[in-house]
């Protein structure tokens, strides 16, 4: 279940061909989420392309709704 919400996260509006080394990281450095919730906000960043520069990565910097 983890695994098709980390992919359902990094799919929206993406091509699966464009997501799929991505995911395979991900799953790979965090495979449960017990093993993402300590990992450093840079290793995080490390495993996800970033092509929009207002993808919000924390809810603590998230803009003002």
Do not use: C, I, K
Not at 14 to 21: I, M
Not at 29 to 37: C, I, Q, S
Not at 52 to 57: K, L, R, Y
């Amino acid at each position: 279940a983890y695994g098709v919400w980390v992919s359902a996260l990094m799919l929206q509006q993406t091509r699966v061909a464009a997501v799929l080394p991505y995911w395979l990281a991900w799953v790979e450095a965090f495979p449960t989420v017990p093993a993402l919730a300590p990992a450093r906000e840079a290793a995080v960043h490390a495993t996800r392309p970033v092509t929009d520069p207002h993808v919000v990565t924390s809810p603590a910097r998230a803009p003002p709704s």
